[in-house]
């Protein structure tokens, strides 16, 4: 008798572990883009490339989920291409890059709406607006109320220019970043219309759905956010790829005739590498891997079940998109390149899951990013760099900054915390955004130690995932993990003030 009771008892501690196993394991893959799809607006776009021309033409059919709360009488859109016009007021290179951008001469991009429409056909009033051109203000027939949807269509030609740019063509890719109208956050009660800068990436924008057609060359290899769910040849020579990513916060494509790819997994998620010049494909095929799985253990789980990590023709050293990530063909040295990668794969966590305002609070991606790349190091100190040596470079690369700056322009401002168009140079946004925005993590983590700082951050990830993230919500991630009040802390960094106080010692 005793033993059949004590079986039972055993059937149901067993029953109950496999319970309390289910729930923790399906809390531990609360994460996923498809869960959340239906909440969000969808992108189907249809795309033509015509590569004799460099021209893309576009028809977008946009599902608007009003997920303000506010009654909505317009739609605002980002016309990111007509910033690389010409007589465009907005600047998309430095001076000091124009020529290793433009390494054909000056080129001119642009988009054109030809068309605003709704479901029955109706031609929706539209304006392309904003400062300079950079905004469709599109009057809706109808309002829409928070929580309903709304269908509209647009039409629009893209030209792109020939420049080694987020957006434009160089020898071996063709770059598309930025390259449709995309809506702009509804913030504060307003639109937030974007202005395109040359520092940084002046880009924001809400998590979506994307389903993509494509026609495109035969001789062309295509790389871009989401997942390929079908590749059509056709009779003419061309092809068509269908793709379809979920809680995205844009979308990018990459073009070459010359691409090779190597593939492999990590986790959840496969990884592909793209390359047309690399002599170590394989090694660096190992350091995506590698990053994402430092990233994943330090931070959370990646979402997505696809990455890749894409050598391009960029004036840059790299650059981030969900999914989807540039590498400069041009990067001097190796150690470089692999740390272009690091620092770009970590912005899927920064960026990409939890969303910012690039333009306002640069710092809260690029600086976080930074101090991600160095962890990566610290992890893998077989690429020849660590968390001290980067601490180091970090500082006395920032000494000769500011004695050089400091020595030319008198004072130097060391506001880590201002939005793009406020920051005087190029290397005065580097140093403060990503060397300061480092060094103010870092600092952090020697604080309040590893643990606590991962948990942070752990925290903050999944709590922002999808959404956008605010200063204040990390400061607060931060805060109700550890129980310490550290707004002085970051208040001080961010204004600049840790410097001053550097400065009179
Ligand atoms: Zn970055």
């Known amino acids: 008798m005793k033993k059949l009771l004590f079986r039972k ?36 776009m249809n795309l033509v490339f015509d590569e004799t021309n460099f021209i893309l033409n576009g028809n977008l059919q946009l599902n608007f989920k009003n997920n303000t709360e506010t009654i909505l009488n317009n739609l605002h859109f980002n016309l990111y291409p007509n910033a690389f016009r010409e007589n465009s007021n907005q600047k998309v290179i430095s001076l000091a890059n124009k020529d290793k951008c433009y390494y054909n001469g000056i080129s001119y991009g642009s988009i054109k709406i030809e068309k605003v429409y709704d479901q029955q056909n109706n031609d929706l009033n539209y304006e392309v607006a904003g400062e300079d051109e950079n905004i469709l203000i599109v009057e809706l027939k109808n309002s829409v109320a928070p929580q309903n949807n709304t269908q509209i269509f647009i039409n629009f030609e893209v030209t792109i220019p020939n420049a080694n740019h987020r957006f434009g063509y160089g020898e071996n890719t063709v770059n598309l970043g930025n390259f449709f109208p995309i809506l702009c956050v509804y913030e504060n009660g307003c639109w937030q219309d974007m202005f395109y800068y040359s520092n940084g990436d002046p880009f924001y924008s809400e998590a979506s759905n994307f389903k993509v057609e494509i026609e495109y060359p035969n001789s062309y290899i295509l790389a871009s956010t989401g997942q390929e769910n079908d590749l059509i040849k056709k009779d003419d020579g061309k092809k068509i790829s269908v793709i379809t990513a979920n809680a995205v916060r844009d979308f990018a494509i990459v073009m070459s005739k010359n691409f090779s790819i190597l593939s492999d997994k990590v986790g959840k998620t496969t990884v592909s590498y793209y390359s047309y010049n690399d002599e170590n494909k394989q090694e660096s095929l190992q350091v995506c891997l590698n990053a994402i799985s430092t990233y994943n253990n330090l931070f ?24 989807i990530v540039l590498i400069s063909d041009d990067i001097p040295d190796y150690q470089s390149y692999i740390y272009c990668i690091a620092h ?137 993990t550890t129980h310490a009040n550290l707004e002085t802390y970051f208040t001080n960094y961010l204004n600049g003030k840790v410097i001053e106080f550097k400065d009179k010692v």
């Open 344 to 480: 770009e794969l970590a912005h899927q966590w920064w960026y990409g899951v939890v969303g910012n305002n690039q333009t306002e609070y640069a710092w809260l991606d690029e600086g976080l990013t930074e101090y991600s790349t160095a962890l990566f190091f610290e992890n893998h100190q077989e690429y020849g760099l660590n968390m001290d040596m980067l601490v180091e470079r970090a500082n006395s690369s920032y000494n000769v900054f500011q004695t050089i700056y400091g020595n030319v322009l008198g004072n130097i401002d060391t506001t880590i915390n201002r939005s793009l168009e406020k920051f005087n140079t190029e290397p005065e946004y580097f140093y403060m955004v990503y060397v300061q925005g480092f060094l103010m993590f870092q600092t952090l983590n020697e604080m309040i130690g590893d643990k606590l700082m991962f948990a942070s951050l752990k925290n903050y990830f999944e709590d922002y995932a999808f959404k956008i993230a605010k200063p204040e919500d990390l400061i607060g991630s931060f805060e109700k």
């Open 9 to 44: 008892l055993a059937k149901v501690l067993i029953l109950c572990f496999l319970l309390i196993f289910f729930v923790i394991s399906s809390f531990g893959c609360s994460l996923n883009p498809n869960h959340i799809a239906k909440n969000l607006s969808t992108y189907n």
């Open 300 to 323: 959370g789980e990646y979402p997505y079940p696809e990455i890749k990590i894409v050598e391009a023709n960029f004036v840059h050293g790299g650059m981030e998109y969900p999914n």
